[in-house]
């Protein structure tokens, strides 16, 4: 795990020094139980201001969120993905582009992509989503509350 942390903190230090920016997801799975939220991480190192950039967000090929010229694009949108998405527009000022995935479903389990267009291409990091199914116990708390 050190050798890790220590890879990326350098790859970090020449994309400083180059003045390249690059688009960092999770190394590790996020997971989440059916019918519940999640967001899904991703942000550009170093920090840029991407508030003004085109952000894209996939599941494989389908489109799950589309942001342009300072908000969202609904029409290149999966209609599976309306009103479950968004951003954290207070953030983006500081590159981070993670992703708030609302009520859940085992269809969306999998590789996501997130990418912004930075020094005239696009960067991409990525993000595997693991879906859980809901278990008794979930539901009798939905049901019985928390007792």
């Known amino acids: 795990m050190k050798l890790i942390q220590v890879m ?34 991703c942000h550009v190192e170093p920090k840029d201001d991407v508030t003004d950039r085109t952000v894209e967000w996939r599941l494989n090929e389908t489109k799950v969120l589309v942001y342009r010229s300072g908000g ?3 029409f290149s949108q999966d209609q599976r993905f309306k009103d ?3 951003l954290f527009p207070d953030e983006m000022a500081l590159g981070n582009i993670s992703l708030k995935l609302t009520n859940v479903t085992q269809n969306d389990a999998g590789n996501f992509t997130c990418k912004v267009k930075l020094q005239g291409q696009f960067k991409k990091g990525n993000v595997r989503l693991i879906v859980e199914p809901r278990t008794t116990k979930d539901e009798k708390k939905k049901i019985d509350g928390p007792f």
Request: overall charge negative.
């Open 72 to 74: 969202y694009d609904p």
């Open 84 to 86: 479950r998405t968004s």
């Open 8 to 41: 990326l903190l350098s790859f970090s230090l020449v994309a400083q020094a180059t003045g390249e920016s690059d688009v960092i997801g999770s190394h590790k799975p996020i997971k989440v139980v059916v019918g519940g939220d999640v967001i899904l991480p």
